[in-house]
Every structure is written in C-alpha cells, then in structure tokens.
C-alpha cells in the first residue's frame, strides 16, 4: 500500500456503521462482499472524514474505489481508489473525504469494484446527506494543501497547533525543542519536571523543560556530544528521521546502494534515512519530502530544516505505529 492511501486511514475517527453484502457474478467461486463505514445516510459531512470499505474475494487483479455525488446521481466524482493486489479476503480500504467547500442535500456514495474483467458499481448511500461549507483551521493550510490531512490530524489530537494569530505556516523550520514536544505528545507522553535538569541549556524555567525531559527518559532524543541539547537549534530531516527510526525500534537496513544520491553510506544518518525508507515511512513519490534532480536521482537533502508541514507528515505516520 502506498504511504498516501495509508495516512489518509489514519485522518478521521470514524463514525456509524452501515453494513451490506452485495453477491456479484464474476468468473470466481465466491461473491463479492463490501462493507461500507460512514456514511449511514442522512449524515452531515465536513471536508475532512475517512470512509473505510472492507471486502472479500477470491478475484484478484482488481481496484476498489468510492464516488461521491452532489445531484442525487446524475453526476459522480472519484474519492479515491485502493489497489487490491491480493485475494486473501478481508482486504480493507480506506478513503479521506476531501470535497469543495460546497452544500448538497443530495449527497450519494457508491462503491466501484474493477476487476481485470470489467467494472461493476453499487450505490450503498442509505439515504441523502448534507455536505456543508467547512471552516478551516488554518488559512494558510487549504484543503488541496498537500499536508492538509496531516496536519489537521495532529491539530486535532492536540499535538501541534498554530501561532497567535491563527496562521500555521507550515514552511516554517521547527526547532528541536518544539520537535520534542511533538514527538512526545505524538507517542501520548506526559510531560515529567525533574528536579536536575538534563542539558544546561535547557533549565527548568525553560518552557519546554517538561517535554525535553520526557523525550529523554523515553529515548525519543538525545542531545549533543558536549552535553548541550541546543533547543533553538531548528531539527534537521536527517535528525528528526533518525529519533523516529530510533523510537519505532526499526532493524537497520544497510543497503550497498543508496537510495537517495545525496546520503552516503559514509554519513552518519545513512542507515537511519535507509531504514525509514525501506519501512515506507518516506514516500518516493511526495514531492515535498523526496526531490527528484535533473538527472533523475532522488534527492532527499538530510540537512535541511525540517518544515512544520513535513514533520506533521511523519510524525502522524510514526504515531499510529507506535500505538500499543
């Protein structure tokens, strides 16, 4: 499964239970069997809802997507689609409800199953529904932003927000103490205030004592040689990938070739950049994360600041792996 259709699983909590089991004639022994999780009709639905579909067949080789309809079925709009590469039964989808700020009060969804052999459709709304305007969190983070998910996520769940002035600035670096903070309330840690204070910089009236302090004890940071945690200091890709990997427990993986050309197996976050990657956790086909240079080489660029935007990326990702 690519990275994209996995975070958008893990966007929404979902709500209402609407269960069908529709028999299809295909070439195959066993009937198709779709369950569909929100809607149930009659519902109303922000911008940003996750429906999950969960089938069984012994066909293989096929896609299973949803649409949307804002006329009642006259018109259909694609969701998204999920690859169904297996036929072990109980495969499951997942799909982020990103529609217009618009209003219909004859909303429809409908499941499309495509199969090597053709294309089959059921309309599965029980019921119209409303679709309404939303107001977005941030202004600066529209809903064709490509983090929009991420980040109205991990806003939601309490684990990042945004400045005085209700801008979130997602381009903006984030330093290594704001960086703690995250990954700790993004692993669903408390803040502790001991009465030492670990790193010199970073003292008990510091405002992010408690979380540095957390982070440490749970092995999510470390800080510098010299002892210093540097908590000003703005978190680079390398070193925000490399406490992720660290705190996922990943095996390392040492390939004899990079996959990026701008991380050697001679830099020290080599094999921490190669595990992530080899685990899915950096998606080759995000432009924003991996750049692609004139001759075709992916470019991942280990030393730059880590954006507000990219680390809300992987953070939601590490997140939901790292739940017990």
């Not at 299809?24 to 109303?44: D, R, Y």
């Not at 429809?108 to 305007?133: L, M, Y």
């Not at 600066?140 to 929009?148: G, N, S």
């Amino acid at each position: 499964m690519k990275l994209v259709a996995f975070r958008n699983f893990l966007t929404s909590v979902l709500l209402g239970v609407l269960v069908i089991s529709v028999p299809v004639v295909f070439p195959t022994e066993e009937p198709l069997s779709v369950t569909l999780i929100q809607p149930n009709g009659g519902e109303t639905l922000a911008a940003l809802k996750v429906f999950e579909i969960q089938w069984t067949t012994s066909a293989t080789g096929g896609n299973i997507g949803l649409q949307y309809s804002l006329d009642s079925g006259k018109t259909w709009t694609d969701i998204a689609y999920f690859p169904n590469p297996a036929s072990k039964g109980g495969e499951k989808g997942a799909y982020v409800w990103l529609v217009p700020p618009v209003k219909s009060d004859h909303g429809r969804i409908r499941v499309i199953w495509s199969p090597e052999w053709g294309e089959s459709v059921w309309d599965v709304s029980d019921g119209d529904f409303t679709i309404q305007k939303i107001e977005l969190a941030f202004p600066d983070v529209p809903l064709d932003y490509w983090a929009f998910q991420e980040i109205s996520a991990l806003t939601e769940a309490g684990v990042i927000s945004g400045y005085p002035d209700g801008a979130f600035r997602p381009g903006n670096p984030v330093s290594r103490a704001e960086f703690a903070k995250m990954v700790l309330l993004s692993f669903g840690l408390s803040p502790i205030k001991p009465e030492r204070a670990t790193f010199p910089d970073v003292p008990p009236e510091h405002w992010a004592f408690g979380y540095v302090e957390a982070a440490v004890k749970a092995g999510l940071i470390e800080g510098y040689p010299d002892g210093a945690f540097k908590p000003d200091g703005e978190i680079t890709k390398a070193e925000m990938i490399t406490v992720l990997v660290r705190s996922l427990g990943w095996v390392i993986i040492l390939p004899s070739s990079p996959t990026f050309s701008d991380c050697s197996p001679e830099d020290w976050y080599y094999r921490y950049i190669e595990t992530a990657s080899g685990n899915g956790l950096i998606p080759l086909d995000v432009p924003q994360i991996v750049r692609t240079d004139s001759s075709g080489a992916l470019l991942f660029d280990p030393a730059l600041p880590a954006t507000r935007a990219q680390t809300a990326f992987f953070l939601l990702y590490a997140k939901e792996i790292k739940k017990p």
